[in-house]
């Protein structure tokens, strides 16, 4: 069964886990396989790792609005042993491609990857307009003189350049 989600559908069929341990439980029994390719099926997938032990989910991630497949999936194991020897298929051929296989990391709420500092990244482009090409001709908008003005003294990491 292919899942193409975006998490709504197993919340509301209680698929989910639903506490913190519960999520890391399932997570140390889970590998992410990225480089995926885009014709793959859960069931081409669940072969390739079946010497690996019993697997009890595979999910292959979808992007929202078009549908299509993100060229990653994660696989969860009944097993916690079974990482280990899934771990050891990294680099293996999937389709013609050279598939990554990692042990799956638990999401810790509050850290995330794509925050690379900044105020959650919000008022990082304000200013940035005039230097895109936005603006064409000598002119600036008004808003040039009052964009960071306050920001700075509340965080102390801000560097505007």
Same mark, same amino acid.
């Given at each position: 069964?292919?899942?193409?989600?975006?998490?709504?559908?197993?919340? #509301?069929?209680?698929?989910?886990?639903?506490?913190?341990?519960?999520?890391?439980?399932?997570?140390?029994? #889970?590998? /992410?396989?990225?480089?995926?390719?885009?014709?793959?099926?859960?069931?081409?997938?669940?072969?390739?790792?079946?010497?690996?032990?019993?697997?009890?989910?595979?999910?292959?991630?979808?992007?929202? +609005?078009?549908?299509?497949?993100?060229?990653?999936?994660?696989?969860? +194991?009944?097993?916690?042993?079974?990482?280990?020897?899934?771990?050891?298929?990294?680099?293996?051929? +999937? !389709?013609?491609?050279?598939?990554?296989?990692?042990?799956?990391?638990?999401?810790?709420?509050?850290?995330?990857?794509?925050?690379?500092?900044?105020? !959650?990244?919000?008022?990082?482009?304000?200013?940035?307009?005039?230097?895109?090409?936005?603006? /064409?001709?000598?002119?600036?908008?008004?808003?040039?003189?009052?964009?960071?003005?306050?920001?700075?003294?509340?965080?102390?990491? /801000?560097?505007? /350049?």
């Amino acid at each position: 069964m292919a899942l193409c989600h975006d998490g709504a559908a197993f919340v #509301s069929a209680g698929l989910f886990p639903k506490t913190t341990e519960e999520k890391m439980e399932v997570d140390q029994r #889970s590998i /992410y396989v990225g480089n995926v390719d885009y014709g793959g099926t859960a069931e081409e997938l669940e072969s390739h790792f079946n010497s690996c032990g019993q697997i009890n989910r595979v999910t292959i991630l979808c992007d929202k +609005f078009s549908g299509h497949p993100k060229g990653y999936a994660y696989i969860e +194991f009944k097993e916690k042993s079974s990482v280990k020897a899934a771990v050891e298929l990294d680099e293996s051929v +999937f !389709r013609g491609r050279v598939v990554k296989v990692l042990p799956k990391r638990t999401n810790m709420p509050g850290i995330s990857t794509t925050d690379r500092g900044g105020y !959650r990244g919000r008022f990082r482009a304000r200013g940035g307009l005039a230097q895109r090409g936005g603006y /064409y001709g000598g002119q600036h908008p008004r808003v040039r003189g009052r964009t960071y003005r306050g920001r700075a003294k509340l965080l102390p990491w /801000y560097f505007p /350049y």
